[in-house]
Nanobody
């Protein structure tokens, strides 16, 4: 059974940085693309970023391009989201997810973590 556990969320002032981590277990981590999503209060969950199985391909939603960086360490079964220049509108619960295949995409995720709260104060 696949388990995804996020960590690294917290409260930060606008302009600050946070790094989220997602540690996976249950199946061969390096075979699957991974992604980050977020859900703000009263809003639908939205795609944030994705990374292919090797880390060679990454995708981002336009609102975070140039500020967020997704990466992975297959030896540690861990994916990261480095978030810089944070804005109040980045406030949300952030979820990591694992795709059904190797290629990065904003769709077709099979497994989800429980989420970690990120709050950006103005």
């Amino acid at each position: 059974q696949v388990q995804l556990v996020e960590s690294g969320g917290g409260l930060v002032q606008a302009g600050g940085s946070l790094r989220l981590s997602c540690t996976a277990s249950g199946r061969t981590f390096s075979k699957y693309a991974m992604g980050w999503f977020r859900q703000a209060p009263g809003k639908e969950r939205e795609f944030v970023a994705a990374i292919s199985w090797t880390g060679g391909t990454t995708l981002y939603v336009d609102s975070v391009k140039g500020r967020f960086t997704i990466s992975r360490d297959n030896a540690k079964n861990t994916m990261y989201l480095q978030m810089n220049s944070l804005k109040p509108e980045d406030t949300a619960v952030y979820y990591c997810a694992q795709r059904t295949t190797t290629w990065a995409s904003s769709r077709d995720y099979e497994y989800w973590g429980q989420g970690t709260q990120v709050t950006v104060s103005s």
